[in-house]
């Protein structure tokens, strides 16, 4: 019964690899976000999606691919993973398109690091 | 620099102690909300403070919002081991289509038993 879930928990990968990590939420809400935890906790959106549309693109590199195959659905896809790529990845949702102004749900997180 | 930063970036107390975060920001804000992350865990909403207020409360918890000062605190009273985590303050900019929060690089608490 878990609100938002990601896999997987742990990503180990090879430099130049492709991977992609996948999100649900089954709390009906319309928006989801993808955020990046650097080593240092700084925490920073990515994208979001409203009902499948994209809304936020965050000047992310374009090998970073979200999608979205419906509103409780959103994977990112990465491709020719780097170094600096390494971080902990959070999916989170909410309700409405306003995710500034209402509660955000986050995901247990998943670790990515690449060697 | 970020446009929420906390202060400090660590603290350490020791249980039933009081715990005082703060955070400043750069812009001006519609709202702005506190998060918990727990070692290892995704965020957890605390709570949400608009700018047309100046107080909240939830529980062990007390918001304050200076929009003058551009800054809150979060105030933990009488605080327990299990609230050892790390706190971040997230805001909504002014002027935005109110669909972004910013969040701040977090206070790491521990509470020693």
């Known amino acids: 019964d878990t609100a938002v879930s990601q896999t997987p928990k742990y990503l180990v990968t090879q430099m130049g690899n492709d991977k992609s990590i996948k999100c649900e939420q089954n709390l009906g809400h319309d928006t989801m976000y993808w955020y990046k935890q650097d080593s240092k906790k700084f925490l920073k959106i990515m994208f979001s999606y409203n009902n499948k549309e994209l809304i936020i693109n965050e000047t992310v590199p374009n090998r970073f691919s979200p999608k979205s195959p419906d509103k409780a659905h959103l994977n990112l896809h990465i491709n020719s993973l780097e170094l600096g790529d390494s971080a902990v990845y959070f999916c989170a949702s909410s309700q409405g398109l306003a995710g500034g102004r209402e509660t955000q749900y986050f995901g247990p997180g998943t670790r990515l690091l690449v060697l | 620099s970020q446009q929420g930063e906390e202060d400090p970036q660590a603290l350490s107390i020791q249980e039933g102690e009081n715990a005082t975060m703060n955070c400043s920001y750069k812009?001006?804000?519609?709202?702005l909300q506190w998060y918990r992350q727990n070692s290892g865990r995704g965020l957890v909403h605390l709570i949400l403070i608009r700018s047309n207020e100046r107080e909240k409360h939830s529980g062990r918890l007390r918001v304050t919002l200076d929009t003058s000062k551009k800054s809150s605190s979060l105030l933990i009273t009488a605080s327990r081991a299990a609230d050892t985590a790390s706190y971040f303050c997230a805001t909504d900019v002014l002027g935005n289509a109110g669909n972004m929060l910013t969040f701040g690089g977090g206070t790491r608490l521990m509470v020693k038993p």
């Open positions: 812009t001006s804000i519609n709202n």
